[in-house]
């Protein structure tokens, strides 16, 4: 089993930068794909992204691409979200999420097996 726990969310305004980490214990994340996960109030959980076991392979949803960036650091078993240029519609719950599987259906929520706990990102306008 792995235990997910998020942190780096906050309030900012719109065009700045938050990276978000999601550090993993029990299990080295090399055996999972990593993926990132948002919810807002009223809608239902979204894909934002997703990384490899490898982290050779990344994901994002078109909403985030060119913005947000996922990364990998081995050595401190964490994968990281780098989002850039907020927008007032980033503001959700993000949480992260692994996924033993091989195969790239990766986008559903139900596609992951262990989640973190969420942070919240507060984007003002």
């Known amino acids: 089993q792995v235990q997910l726990v998020e942190s780096g969310g906050g309030l900012v305004q719109a065009g700045d930068s938050l990276r978000l980490s999601c550090a993993a214990s029990?299990?080295?994340?090399?055996?999972?794909?990593t993926g990132w996960f948002r919810q807002a109030p009223g809608k239902e959980r979204e894909f934002v992204a997703a990384?490899?076991?490898?982290?050779?392979?990344?994901w994002y949803a078109e909403s985030v691409r060119g913005r947000f960036t996922i990364s990998r650091d081995f050595a401190k078993n964490t994968v990281y979200l780098q989002m850039n240029s907020l927008k007032p519609e980033d503001t959700a719950v993000y949480s992260c999420?692994?996924?033993?599987?091989?195969?790239?259906?990766?986008?559903?929520?139900?596609?992951?097996?262990?989640w973190g706990q969420g942070t919240q990102v507060t984007v003002s306008s």
């Open positions: 999420a692994v996924t033993s599987r091989v195969d790239d259906n990766i986008f559903s929520p139900d596609d992951y097996r262990y």
């Open positions: 029990g299990r080295t994340l090399t055996a999972y794909t």
């Open positions: 990384i490899k076991r490898s982290g050779g392979n990344s």
